[in-house]
């Protein structure tokens, strides 16, 4: 994120960085690796000629857990800061929970490789490349706030 300050700027090259780690801390770029790591593991595993079902239940098992407390840690940040849209992002963390939880139990009453893995490859990663852009404005907003309460 390169912002440039102008050259009266009451903002500080200190307040700037502050502002910056907190807002990559708050987007935990880790997680977000890790969770990206964990889908292409999905994929392989789903797309093979004879795919390994307890792997799967493991990583789908993995994806929901690791998905749940990062959403939690999330909407404890925007209700701590008054995101105006916590409510909202919430409900959209809810829905993908219960998506992905439908999903998991088709997988273990079918086990059809092709129904899971266009829910994976398709309706999931959609739906998480465009949530993104509702998690970096909450991300930014509550950086905000945290830094101005320092």
Do not use: C
Request: net charge neutral; aromatic share 10%; proline share 1%.
């Amino acid at each position: 994120m390169a912002l440039g300050l102008a050259a009266d700027s009451t903002v500080s090259k200190d307040h700037l960085a502050n502002f910056q780690t907190l807002y990559v801390q708050l987007m935990n770029l880790e997680f977000q690796q890790h969770l990206s790591a964990l889908h292409l593991e999905l994929t392989a595993q789903i797309t093979t000629q004879k795919p390994n079902a307890a792997k799967i239940d493991e990583l789908l098992k993995q994806l929901q857990q690791q998905l749940s407390e990062q959403f939690k840690a999330e909407e404890q940040d925007m209700n701590a800061t008054d995101y105006p849209y916590w409510l909202l992002h919430r409900h959209q963390h809810q829905r993908a929970l219960e998506n992905i939880a439908r999903h998991v139990e088709l997988w273990k009453k079918q086990r059809n490789a092709w129904a899971l893995r266009d829910f994976v490859e398709k309706t999931f990663t959609q739906w998480l490349y465009t949530h993104r852009r509702a998690d970096m404005a909450a991300a930014l907003f509550v950086a905000y706030v945290k830094e101005a309460n320092t």
